[in-house]
């Protein structure tokens, strides 16, 4: 979900709670306590919400990549891969992750 969007239905989900806690209880102790753990639990799903989405990337991203070796491995014969290749592909795949994850939180 993009932030904007996010940063609307957060703003129409606190007033609405807000006016709804105001008027069962009519305290405006219980508006500010019950609309902050309303915006506190928000918060945490959306960031959630964000590492799944990391984290599901990642998986699709490997499974590819093991879908093309399998098939190059079929055509060519195996020919077993060389260590310093995999490593530098294991470091590649983790900078791709962190850019990921920094281009999902800047709007």
Same mark, same amino acid.
């Given at each position: 979900?993009? /932030? ?5 239905? =957060?703003? /129409?989900?606190?007033? &609405? ?9 009519? &305290? ?11 915006? $506190? ?11 799944? =989405?990391?984290?599901? &990337? ?12 399998? +098939?190059?491995?079929?055509?060519? +014969? ?14 590649? $795949?983790?900078? =791709? ?6 281009? $999902?939180?800047?709007?």
């Amino acid at each position: 979900m993009p /932030l904007r969007i996010f940063y609307r239905v =957060l703003w /129409l989900v606190l007033c &609405s709670n807000a006016l709804t806690v105001y008027f069962a209880s009519h &305290s405006i102790r219980a508006v500010v306590v019950t609309t902050l753990a309303c915006w $506190l639990l928000l918060q945490i799903a959306y960031f959630a919400s964000v590492l799944f =989405l990391i984290w599901r &990337s990642g998986c699709a991203s490997r499974a590819g990549q093991m879908a093309e070796h399998v +098939g190059s491995c079929k055509e060519g +014969g195996y020919q077993p891969p060389n260590h310093n290749e995999v490593t530098n592909e294991s470091a590649d $795949l983790r900078q =791709l992750d962190q850019m990921l994850a920094i281009s $999902l939180l800047i709007p």
